[in-house]
Nanobody, 122 residues
């Protein structure tokens, strides 16, 4: 079972990127999925989460109004649309499966995939 994040890259401030997190090996359609990020020298930070149906979403304060999480269960993929990017959004972004407990705590998640690096710079 693997989660693979992709879609990162270098973007100018104010730009957009869409990250994808594809699960292989089994389906996670009945689980809440989350995105976290970790900047160099900082702790892992909650970005967004989406419940199994896609009907409920949760966002970290620093990304509310700019980022949108969605999922396509048929493709076993979760997306993170990031708009109005800022230099402080620079980080490695990871996706993971929520296993119980607080949506905002990384210790509530498992199956961490390899992250994808997002760099926001002019």
């Amino acid at each position: 079972v693997q989660l693979q994040a992709s879609g990162g890259g270098l973007v100018q401030p104010g730009g957009s990127l869409r990250l994808s997190c594809e699960a292989s090996g089994r389906t996670f359609s009945s689980y809440t999925m989350g995105w976290f990020r970790q900047a160099l020298g900082k702790e892992r930070e909650f970005v967004a989460a989406i419940n199994w149906s896609g009907g409920r979403t949760y966002y970290g304060d620093s990304v509310k109004g700019r980022f949108t999480i969605s999922r396509d269960s048929a493709k076993n993929t979760v997306y993170l649309q990031m708009n109005l990017l800022k230099p402080e959004d620079t980080a490695v972004y990871h996706c993971a499966v929520h296993m119980g407990g607080s949506f905002f705590n990384p210790s509530s998640y498992d199956r961490w995939g390899q992250g994808t690096l997002v760099t926001v710079s002019s």
